[in-house]
């Protein structure tokens, strides 16, 4: 399973680079062979600064939905929303429209998109919360339900190919339970070992 978590300016850190974390110790350990994970852009370019100032690393930009190195996960952190941070933020990206269209070209080719916090809100404004069951952070529920989601009270929704995930350490959930559903409780078991993370067991499966 071949992972990218897009980041931008703004976006929060744990929401990135807890799951970025999660996924690489699976993949450098006992499922090296099933994947790798990677911090895309969405133009070239060498670093993003995070929410709070931490300089990230980027990979390379994320490819056409279809091309042959496009991920089989795509993470979507949030960062900054309600602040209305119009430089660096989710908040931005969504005003500016192009992550929201990146991210509705890669549903359209039926990718699989996972969210942290109020990543789930740039999803929204590209329409692919709609009708589906999703949660965000606390602070922008009531968003996410006006934008025509159905909001589920779980600290991660899995809705299939859509999988939301509630605020900023809930990203570390969310990657452990893909790692469940994926490879087998033991892989997540032992990440979540590795990281002394206890996992909590708030999960909406599928309906």
């Known amino acids: 399973m071949n992972v990218d978590v897009v980041v931008y300016d703004g976006f929060d850190e744990l929401d990135g680079i807890g799951p970025y ?9 006992d499922a090296a062979d099933a994947g790798r994970v990677r911090y895309v852009t ?13 300089r990230v690393g980027v990979d390379g930009a994320l490819p056409d939905p279809t091309a042959a190195n496009a991920p089989d996960l795509l993470v979507v952190p949030g960062g900054g929303w309600r602040a209305r941070n119009e430089e ?3 908040w931005a990206e969504a005003q500016r429209g192009d992550l929201p269209d990146a991210l509705a070209r890669y549903h359209d080719a039926d990718v699989t998109i996972a969210s942290v916090c109020t990543g789930s809100m740039l999803l929204a404004e590209a329409g692919v919360t709609d009708g589906r069951r999703a949660v965000t952070h606390a602070s922008a529920l009531d968003e996410l339900r006006e934008s025509g989601a159905r909001v589920v009270d779980a600290r ?31 892989t997540a078991a032992r990440v979540a070992t590795v990281l002394e993370y206890e996992r909590r067991g708030d999960v909406a499966g599928p309906a």
């Not at 974390?21 to 350990?29: G, K, M, T």
């Not at 133009?43 to 931490?54: K, L, M, N, Q, W």
């Not at 605020?167 to 087998?184: H, M, P, Q, V």
């Open 21 to 29: 974390e999660v996924f690489d110790h699976a993949f450098a350990v």
């Open 42 to 54: 969405l133009d070239e370019r060498e670093t993003v600064t995070a929410s709070h100032g931490t």
């Open 88 to 90: 660096a933020s989710a």
């Open 156 to 186: 991660v929704v899995d809705d299939g190919d859509l999988i939301t995930a509630g605020g900023i350490t809930s990203g570390i959930d969310l990657a452990l339970y893909l790692l469940e559903r994926e490879f087998g409780e033991p």
